[in-house]
């Protein structure tokens, strides 16, 4: 435990940010919705492409819920770059993600995705405050 006027030790919690995200990853691989949620801070704002903000841990057990119910669903993700407040208390991570879901015809679709999530160190460690993704760009057909 930190010390009051402590310098945190940015790589130590760079590496912690990284292993929450990857348990947070598993947890949804393996259907584990509560768990999943659990990964979210209480006051997350989660904006997702095509939704309107979804504000609060309710608004964002609503979607979860519904995206598992979609056939052929799938979500992962990669954060490849971790940036962390000098303070320890506060950092953000920038990566990519793929979305997989069975369209109205039955066929597979797969979206890439581009991704930023911010995240707040609490007594419990680090939560995500905002989740945010889009599609990234389409190659020219």
């Known amino acids: ?13 760079r590496a ?17 919705i509560e768990r999943a949620l659990s990964y979210w801070a209480d006051d997350a704002i989660v904006l997702a492409p095509g939704a309107p903000p979804l504000v609060g841990k ?17 979500i992962s993700w990669v954060a490849d ?6 303070a320890g208390d506060m950092a953000y991570g920038v990566g990519s993600n793929t979305t ?4 109205a015809a039955g066929q597979l679709v797969t979206v890439p995705g581009k991704s930023a999530t911010v995240w707040r ?10 989740d945010v993704w889009n599609d990234a760009p389409q190659a020219p057909k």
Request: glycine residues 6%; aromatic residues 10%; contains cysteine.
């Open 121 to 130: 160190k609490d007594p419990e460690g680090w939560r995500c405050v905002l």
């Open 1 to 13: 435990m930190e010390t009051m006027g402590s310098v945190p030790d940015i790589a130590v919690e």
């Open 58 to 74: 309710a608004a964002i057990a609503a979607y979860v819920t519904a995206s598992f119910k979609i056939p052929g669903f799938t």
């Open 16 to 32: 912690a940010l990284a292993k929450t995200d990857e348990e947070w990853l598993a947890a949804v691989r393996a259907g584990q």
């Open 100 to 103: 997989t879901y069975r369209d």
């Open 81 to 86: 770059q971790w940036t962390v407040a000098r």
